[in-house]
């Protein structure tokens, strides 16, 4: 039997799709091992030059500091956040509560653009400085909706008759949630910290609009690079996001797998 023309047609568009998407992904992995600083495409050996020069770029290593700072924190804070929302959500029934869901979900709906200069206006006529603090905060409220979702969607799916068994069992409400709930929920929240994290450590648009004078992430850093020359670190440098970006997803699947089977 022949394949249709028309699925032909979808298939060699969404081969060419893909292609578009990853092809400059693989030249800048496959620049970053390249000794000559401006060759092109064909290498020219195999080098680690530029992953040892980054070692040694004291801005560069500052600014992965500020990154992996930042993504920790966020992630902490957003997930603590995230978690507190979502049971509020989900298990008590209050005036407004609708609205409330909305209002918390709604960053993921709005352009970051948009938001980092609402932001930064607000609080500029609230006389308040850019700061390290503006900036967390900043990165908690982009990320915090994906971590409600993710929780929300893990307790939509939770049979309430575990809760009550423990309170029925005489726990309170604090020992219910520690002892049944959050060990049931962890892949999700472990889940919406990967989130979190790969969010702000890749996150450029409203990081620009938040961050105060000398305060550089990766991102950031990559971008005032580029701005002076193409230098060869930053193929290594996006190299080393990239496999940062792609490789804590992987994680996050293998240990919500491990738990999943850990409680069969």
């Not at 000559?36 to 500091?65: K, M, P, V």
């Not at 352009?111 to 609080?123: K, M, N, S, T």
């Not at 979190?196 to 996150?203: E, G, H, K, P, Q």
Request: aromatic share 10%; hydrophobic share 55%; charged share 10%.
């Amino acid at each position: 039997m022949t394949t249709p023309l028309r699925w032909r047609l979808v298939r060699l568009t969404t081969v060419l799709v893909y292609l578009f998407m990853f092809l400059p992904i693989a030249a800048v992995i496959l620049l970053s091992f390249n000794p000559q600083q401006y060759g092109g495409l064909s290498l020219q050996g195999f080098s680690l030059q530029w992953y040892q020069e980054l070692q040694h770029n004291e801005a560069i290593r500052a600014a992965a500091r500020t990154s992996l700072t930042l993504g920790a924190q966020t992630a902490i804070i957003s997930s603590i956040l995230g978690v507190m929302a979502s049971m509020a959500m989900m298990r008590f029934d209050f005036p407004g509560k609708t609205f409330m869901n909305a209002v918390l979900v709604m960053p993921i709906l709005m352009p970051e653009v948009v938001l980092g200069v609402a932001l930064l206006l607000f609080l500029r006529w609230a006389s308040v400085q850019r700061s390290y603090a503006l900036l967390l905060m900043g990165h908690v409220l982009i990320t915090l909706p994906f971590v409600i979702l993710v929780v929300q969607a893990r307790l939509a799916g939770l049979k309430r008759e575990f809760e009550e068994a423990a309170r029925s069992l005489g726990a309170n409400p604090l020992q219910t949630f520690f002892q049944i709930t959050l060990p049931l929920i962890l892949p999700a929240v472990l889940a919406g910290m990967v989130f979190a994290f790969t969010i702000s450590f890749d996150d450029i648009t409203a990081t620009l609009f938040w961050k105060s004078a000398g305060t550089e992430t990766i991102p950031t850093q990559i971008f005032a690079m580029l701005r002076n020359s193409i230098s060869p670190q930053i193929n290594a440098l996006g190299t080393l996001m990239i496999l940062l970006t792609a490789g804590l997803p992987l994680c996050a699947g293998l240990l919500a797998r491990y738990f999943r089977r850990a409680r069969v």
